[in-house]
């Protein structure tokens, strides 16, 4: 008899890396899905001094928030404040009316105290566990990809002496290096996404968002004119 016939074995198929797809929204629909897990801070210093902020909800069973180091500073803990809608659904905007109204807000969810469990000063990013948080409280995913130059993002925050709960767009530019010491001695060292648009002192702490809706930044400072990081 002749030999055993042999299997015939297939030639390895070659590996074909799809593209990701990334889901583009409307920024007007990016804004009202990630609003909700916006927050604003309040960090009361010695001295009569009072830092405000922006930050956002990255973990709703933890009730973590992200922010800026440079928000926090060295205190422990801070007011939180959840965007509050009127009996019309619309977002009540005015700064007043969170800071007259703690009690009442505390008791509903829209307002609690802000715990910080990690700081890196180095990096200017700081979290805190909040005591509680409403029940519309959303968190916003974080990225899994970066923005490339040129790419549209959405600013989030709240500007100091503005309406609360603000959007914005911006352009991305250049990713770079940025180290610095500040005025009162606090040095920064990280790497840092430019971006084109508007932020004010307020901002600092509040995400920076894809056009999926997800978080590609925090954002920390002014960048030059028209710029921040």
Same mark, same amino acid.
């Given at each position: 008899?002749?030999?055993?016939?042999?299997?015939?074995?297939?030639?390895?198929?070659?590996?074909?890396?799809?593209?990701?797809?990334?889901?583009?929204?409307?920024?007007?629909?990016?804004?009202?899905?990630?609003?909700?897990?916006?927050?604003?801070?309040?960090?009361?210093?010695?001295?009569?001094?009072?830092?405000?902020?922006?930050?956002?909800?990255?973990?709703?069973?933890?009730?973590?928030?992200?922010?800026?180091?440079?928000?926090?500073?060295?205190?422990?803990?801070?007011?939180?404040?959840?965007?509050?809608?009127?009996?019309?659904?619309?977002?009540? =905007?005015? *700064?007043? /009316?969170?800071?007259?109204?703690?009690?009442?807000?505390?008791?509903?969810?829209?307002?609690? %105290? $802000? !715990? &910080?469990?990690?700081?890196?000063?180095?990096?200017?990013?700081?979290?805190?566990?909040?005591?509680?948080?409403?029940?519309?409280?959303?968190?916003?995913?974080?990225?899994?990809?970066?923005?490339?130059?040129?790419?549209?993002?959405?600013?989030?925050?709240?500007?100091?002496?503005?309406?609360?709960?603000?959007?914005?767009?911006?352009?991305?530019?250049?990713?770079?290096?940025?180290?610095?010491?500040?005025?009162?001695?606090?040095?920064?060292?990280?790497? =840092?996404? *430019?971006? /084109?648009?508007?932020?004010?002192?307020?901002?600092?702490?509040?995400?920076?968002?894809?056009? %999926? $809706? !997800? &978080?590609?930044?925090?954002?920390?400072?002014?960048?030059?004119?028209?710029?921040?990081?």
């Amino acid at each position: 008899p002749g030999p055993s016939p042999k299997a015939v074995e297939s030639p390895p198929k070659e590996r074909v890396d799809l593209p990701k797809v990334v889901e583009v929204k409307d920024p007007s629909q990016v804004y009202h899905e990630t609003v909700n897990g916006l927050v604003w801070i309040a960090n009361y210093l010695p001295g009569d001094k009072v830092v405000y902020g922006s930050g956002f909800l990255v973990d709703r069973t933890r009730r973590l928030v992200v922010t800026n180091f440079h928000v926090t500073k060295d205190e422990e803990t801070m007011d939180v404040f959840f965007p509050v809608r009127d009996k019309h659904g619309r977002l009540v =905007a005015d *700064q007043d /009316y969170y800071l007259q109204n703690r009690a009442v807000l505390s008791r509903i969810g829209y307002h609690t %105290a $802000g !715990r &910080v469990i990690a700081r890196d000063s180095l990096k200017d990013l700081a979290v805190l566990q909040l005591g509680g948080i409403p029940e519309v409280a959303r968190e916003i995913a974080i990225a899994d990809t970066d923005l490339n130059q040129g790419d549209g993002a959405n600013v989030l925050g709240n500007p100091t002496g503005r309406d609360l709960w603000r959007w914005s767009r911006g352009i991305a530019r250049t990713t770079e290096n940025h180290s610095a010491v500040y005025a009162d001695g606090h040095r920064v060292d990280f790497l =840092a996404l *430019q971006i /084109y648009g508007s932020a004010y002192f307020g901002n600092s702490g509040g995400p920076l968002v894809n056009d %999926a $809706g !997800r &978080v590609v930044g925090v954002l920390q400072s002014a960048g030059g004119e028209g710029g921040m990081r």
